[in-house]
């Protein structure tokens, strides 16, 4: 028999319901995201796919006869900003489970309200090692760690022709930044390829001049760039401008979607390490379920290229409504309880989390997946 959830979990549409249709209150969930500042871009293309998970799941029912209701806070991009937005979603909206907060910094800034305030946390984006090997049980993570990452492109480097023989780094100051550069380096430098130079920016940093004309002068023949889709797209148009001379390899699933409209000149081409490929949604681990994604997104005419990381708000509304329906209560410490019981097809693949960190107090970690996809003169392909 077919039921609203085998349908929602197959990707098949189903009538909207209205707020209306549901006998009970909604079920609250609270989501920190950077909608200004610096990296505003990525923290918009989270929260729209969080928006149309929560459509996708009350067309289909709810969970337990209720909807669900994204509460979300601007954390401006800004740490301080994601404290004070995880103090309101708990004391004042009385959120009983928290998606965020995209970059690892802000996240990190977080990790003790989470323990005080004993709310659990599914983490979307952020890759640093330590936010999930600190001992906080409440951090459920789906992304990525940057070492995950970073083995996953490992595996494929042997694709490359000319071969790959000597990297550098562009990376964002930051936790995120730094962690990147650290275990690419290292996983890389274990299989032979060496690190020349390592060049840094501030987030908001718009003239790359400088750290440019460092890393063209390194004999390094690829360059890794980390940083949120506004610094990339910007930095990679500022390293042709100078002609850096090396292979593009960006990090950390942002994609430069800019640069489809607008390509790089020259016949300029780079590559983007990300956990979803919009552009082939058959190659997805469940195809059906990152087609429904992908078409809701599109229904709300937002920009393709977003999907790649708006994906990671959609399987994190997903993944706390399991939680939810599992416990079968709306309470932290149960929903909790149940994060560890979730095992979910998603966008990026299959959702379960293992067990990290100091034993007895360990946090969550899902293995997710990594797709390399070139772009050249406005066009994608998969490395």
Known sequence: ???????????????????????????????????????????????????????????????????????????????????????????????PALIGAWSSTFTLAILPKLMEYKVPMVVETSSAARITTSGNPYVFRIAPTSEMEAIGFAELVGKYTPAIRKIDFLSVNNDFGRGATEKYGAILGAKGIPTGRVETMTPEATDL?????????????????????????????????????????????????????????????????????????????????????????????????????????????LTVAEAVRIAGKVEPEAIREAMWKVQIPGVNGNIHFQKEGPAGRESGQNQPNVYIVRLADGKTSLV
């Open 1 to 95: 028999m077919l039921t609203r959830r085998t349908a929602l979990l197959s990707g098949l549409a189903l009538p909207a319901l209205s707020r209306t249709g549901f006998a009970a209150d909604p079920i609250r969930i609270g989501m920190t995201q950077p909608l200004t500042g610096a990296v505003a871009a990525s923290g918009n293309y989270v929260a729209n796919g969080a928006k149309i998970a929560v459509d996708v799941l009350n067309r289909a029912g709810g969970v337990m006869g209720r909807p669900i209701e994204l509460v979300l806070e601007d954390n401006k991009s800004n740490p301080r900003e994601a404290v004070a937005a995880v103090e309101k979603l708990v004391l004042r909206d009385k959120v």
């Open 209 to 317: 001049s400088a750290q440019l004309t460092a890393l063209k002068q390194s004999d390094g023949d690829t360059l890794f760039i980390t940083t949120g889709v506004e610094q990339l797209t910007l930095a990679m148009r500022q390293a042709i401008e100078q002609r850096v001379g090396k292979r593009i390899v960006s990090t950390g699933g942002s994609f430069p979607d800019a640069l489809i409209h607008q390509p790089l000149p020259g016949g300029a081409h780079s590559d983007h390490v990300l956990f979803y490929a919009p552009w082939f949604p058959e190659k997805a681990i469940h195809p059906e379920i990152a087609k429904t994604y992908t078409e809701e997104w599109n229904k709300h005419g937002w920009e393709f290229a977003g999907l790649t990381e708006g994906f990671r708000g959609y399987d994190a509304v």
